[in-house]
């Protein structure tokens, strides 16, 4: 009966060192647990935050805090409205969740009023000291211009300031002065501006679009967070001002280049204006060489199209280098019948594609039978821009043509052309 009861209490004491043992692990898994949520909170709290920006609309002040609750936004907006004074019935306030897909906000019937009226309901962005010496006249009496430069393109007004406390960047674009008219008809403009920081390229922003105005006034602000204050020093502003254009391609009025080297913004924010100058003219000068080839199977009216290269394209702007790629497109009697496009070449002018694309012959005649193509740079957050165009087809001129002719000629035979491309 002995070695019965000893083996009994042996398996007694089994689960009690079980328990013990989880004990143990339990408490130590804990501790990792805490020690490694410890070190990440440490690690991002040192790290420096990535490059994001927000964009400020009417100077209402938007920081990363306030983004999470949309609801509080708006309260708060409606809290302030109750203890503004009652505005006139001419008013500037926007609601920013009324704006369509263009960033625009719906048309709303205003009386007719008088000059007085609508310039007392408009922003004054600048007292009547600084407008005197920062006037586009004054800029055009300081400096001779030739004849090509007299063509009036305006000014742009903006001011710059750096918030140390977060560690944000803050471009604000006030406004234009003395645009020229893209609309014939009408005689204005519908101006919006698009901005780059170079040389990264990183950021591609722009503003609302305006209708119908020679003077806009945007006072669109974009915040950048996560860049160094001493960074700030090899950085430089490019600013596009376009014209939009419902039905083709939006015209380009001219750009401006602000380098931030030399500029101290320690001191607060600072009020500029710079002269808005015509499109670097290299990028008109040449557009570049597209190397395509093509074979027409007559037996199966296919037409086989390989996207070979592409050199010497020029910059897509003052930056450096631009990120290409090719759309096909297939055009019977004029009309689009097939489009295909390549994949995008990150920063190079000279791309190499090597992509094939078959599409079917509607007929056997290749008369009415042409296929463009469009070299693009790929921009995100804004509309792509054409760097050049190639038209082959029977009714082509130049190189376009003569290739064309050979490849009826000379059915089910791969031909190869480079062929330099034209403005789009």
């Known amino acids: 009966m002995a070695p019965i009861a000893s083996s009994r209490v042996e398996f007694d004491e089994i689960p009690t060192v079980v328990g013990i043992f989880s004990a143990f692990g339990l408490v130590f898994t804990v501790s990792l647990f805490a020690w490694i949520c410890c070190q990440r909170r440490s690690s991002k709290s040192n790290k420096t935050p990535p490059y994001k920006f927000v964009h400020v609309l009417k100077g209402v002040d938007i920081y990363p805090e306030n983004l999470n609750c949309k609801k509080k936004f708006g309260g708060d907006d409606k809290n302030e409205a109750k203890n503004r004074p009652a505005a006139p019935k001419i008013s500037l306030h926007l609601d920013l969740e009324k704006r369509d897909l263009n960033g625009n906000f719906p048309k709303t019937n205003l009386?007719?009023?008088?000059?007085?009226?609508?310039?007392?309901?408009?922003?004054?962005?600048?007292?009547?000291?600084?407008?005197?010496?920062t006037s586009p006249e004054s800029l055009k009496s300081s400096t001779s211009l030739t004849s090509e430069e007299q063509e009036k393109l305006g000014a742009l007004y903006l001011s710059l300031e750096y918030n140390f406390e977060k560690k944000a960047f803050v471009v604000n674009i006030k406004e234009a002065r003395g645009l020229p008219a893209m609309d014939e008809q009408s005689m204005t403009s519908d101006p919006y501006i698009k901005m780059t920081i170079l040389p990264e390229k990183k950021h591609k922003v722009k503003t609302r679009v305006l209708r119908k105005t020679l003077d806009p006034v945007f006072d669109e602000t974009f915040t950048f967070y996560g860049i160094p204050y001493p960074h700030i020093q090899d950085l430089s502003l490019h600013f596009t001002v376009l014209s939009f254009d419902r039905f083709s391609r939006d015209d380009v009025i001219g750009e401006v280049l602000i380098p931030l080297s030399g500029i101290e913004l320690s001191d607060g924010k600072m009020l500029m204006d710079r002269e808005i100058i015509k499109r670097n003219a290299k990028k008109s000068s040449g557009r570049g060489e597209l190397l395509v080839s093509l074979c027409y199977q007559s037996t199966t009216n296919?037409?086989?199209?390989?996207?070979?290269?592409?050199?010497?394209?020029?910059?897509?702007?003052?930056?450096?280098?631009?990120?290409?790629?090719?759309?096909?497109?297939?055009?019977?009697?004029?009309?689009?019948?097939?489009?295909?496009?390549?994949?995008?070449?990150?920063?190079?002018?000279?791309?190499?594609?090597?992509?094939?694309?078959?599409?079917?012959?509607?007929?056997?005649?290749?008369?009415?039978?042409?296929?463009?193509?469009?070299?693009?740079?790929?921009?995100?957050?804004?509309?792509?821009?054409?760097?050049?165009?190639?038209?082959l087809g029977a009714t082509a001129e130049g190189s376009g043509g003569g290739h064309w002719k050979e490849i009826c000629d000379f059915p089910r035979r791969q031909i190869a052309k480079w062929h330099m491309l034209c403005d789009g």
């Open 111 to 133: 009386k007719a009023g008088s000059s007085s009226d609508l310039e007392s309901a408009t922003p004054k962005l600048f007292t009547e000291t600084e407008k005197e010496a």
């Open 302 to 391: 296919t037409l086989t199209v390989v996207v070979l290269k592409a050199r010497h394209l020029p910059k897509s702007d003052v930056s450096g280098l631009s990120d290409p790629y090719v759309k096909v497109n297939l055009y019977h009697a004029k009309k689009r019948i097939c489009k295909k496009k390549t994949h995008v070449k990150k920063r190079t002018p000279n791309a190499v594609f090597n992509e094939l694309f078959v599409f079917d012959i509607p007929c056997e005649s290749l008369e009415e039978i042409s296929v463009e193509f469009l070299v693009l740079d790929s921009e995100r957050g804004s509309r792509n821009e054409v760097i050049g165009r190639l038209v």
